[in-house]
């Protein structure tokens, strides 16, 4: 088996030289690096990764937890992630919990036991469960996407729900709405909690009534099937809205779906904004208002935020605020003849 001295050897440099060259680790010159991916290619040599990380203490991986990694939304941030990690040489482990705290608690072990040099938390359980996780395990960098508080030390993204949540509400009202519900998350999860917040405010700002029959709590983590069991309640109580604002796009289209079900067309009997804009709201008929999270760049910006700490770049921790955008498409109805008292 071809060794690291034959590669030397071979391209007539040190061992420590040729080490700089595949670890990118010191700056060497345009010929020599040549030099020695030449011998490199020559000699067929495949590096040994559990030997660089154990000399250079590191194991350019980083691991990354999601709720799914089947919702859009997570697989377009996943993406970004990726992307930026192919770029820098870091491979990335992808661990789902499914809404399993049980699981999470096992993925967390698995990823420090491997001895990841960082890690990036997609998954609400870390906050809402006030899960402490490095009290087994000496504390790696760590990047949290938009959970709420923790209880570890962290950098952390967020998305202001609570503006989104605004935006979408103002919308419809701008619409000429007055009858107006809501298909929630599921209610002690924090971007639930802030979105409806926001509807909250743009209702109250308006003086318009919040009829508790139309908010009903669906689930993020079951998606297409929650929005179309959720829109069954409402139409179960013999009275509808004329616009709803649903909390993910995935739940947007299972209310779509049931709508349609129930002899009902978007956006001539209901409108529906919904929030995240995953690729697929654009293709769907009518194509869907909703509110832009900008879901590869936050990928991106979570990785660089995760690499500076892992390069010592920076100490302490900080937090990015991303804003939302309302993206208007078709399948909100301006209700005309109506304005606002």
């Given at each position: 088996m071809t060794t690291i001295?034959?590669?030397?050897?071979?391209?007539?440099?040190?061992?420590?030289?040729?080490?700089?060259?595949?670890?990118?680790?010191?700056?060497?010159?345009?010929?020599?690096?040549?030099?020695?991916?030449?011998?490199?290619?020559?000699?067929?040599?495949?590096?040994?990764?559990?030997?660089?990380?154990?000399?250079?203490?590191?194991?350019?991986?980083?691991?990354?937890?999601?709720t799914t990694s089947t919702n859009p939304f997570f697989a377009e941030v996943v993406k970004g992630v990726e992307s930026r990690c192919y770029e820098e040489g870091y491979s990335l482990l992808l661990c789902n919990t499914e809404g399993d705290l049980n699981r999470l608690r096992f993925n967390i072990d698995m990823l420090l036991q491997k001895k990841v040099d960082g890690l990036l938390l997609m998954s609400d359980e870390t906050s809402h469960q006030h899960l402490d996780i490095f009290s087994r395990h000496k504390a790696v960098p760590t990047v949290l996407l938009d959970y709420g508080e923790t209880s570890f030390p962290t950098d952390k993204i967020k998305d202001n729900s609570l503006q989104g949540g605004y935006l979408a509400t103002k919308h419809l009202i701008n619409k000429g709405h007055r009858k107006i519900g809501c298909i929630t998350g599921a209610v002690d999860k924090p971007a639930t909690i802030k979105r409806l917040a926001g509807y909250k405010k743009a209702m109250q700002e308006a003086k318009l009534d919040i009829n508790d029959d139309w908010l009903v709590s669906g689930?993020?983590?079951?998606?297409?099937?929650?929005?179309?069991?959720?829109?069954?309640?409402?139409?179960?109580?013999?009275?509808?809205?004329?616009?709803?604002?649903?909390?993910?796009?995935?739940?947007?289209?299972?209310?779509?779906?049931?709508?349609?079900?129930?002899?009902?067309?978007?956006?001539?009997?209901?409108?529906?904004?919904?929030?995240?804009?995953?690729?697929?709201?654009?293709?769907?008929?009518?194509?869907?208002?909703?509110?832009?999270?900008?879901?590869?760049?936050?990928?991106?910006?979570?990785?660089n935020m995760l690499l500076d700490k892992i390069q010592g770049q920076r100490v302490g921790n900080i937090e990015l605020h991303l804003e939302p955008r309302l993206v208007d498409r078709d399948s909100v109805k301006a209700m005309l003849g109506t304005t606002l008292s």
């Open positions: 001295k034959d590669v030397a050897k071979d391209a007539q440099v040190s061992t420590s030289t040729v080490s700089h060259v595949l670890n990118k680790t010191r700056y060497v010159s345009e010929e020599i690096t040549t030099r020695v991916m030449l011998a490199v290619d020559r000699l067929n040599y495949a590096p040994s990764a559990l030997a660089r990380s154990l000399k250079l203490k590191n194991t350019r991986t980083v691991g990354m937890i999601v689930d993020f983590d079951f998606e297409c099937e929650s929005g179309l069991r959720a829109f069954d309640k409402i139409i179960a109580t013999g009275h509808r809205p004329t616009a709803l604002f649903v909390f993910n796009d995935m739940m947007a289209m299972g209310v779509i779906n049931a709508a349609s079900k129930h002899g009902l067309s978007v956006p001539k009997d209901l409108s529906i904004v919904g929030y995240d804009d995953i690729k697929l709201a654009t293709f769907i008929t009518p194509s869907l208002t909703t509110i832009h999270q900008p879901k590869f760049k936050l990928g991106k910006k979570a990785f």
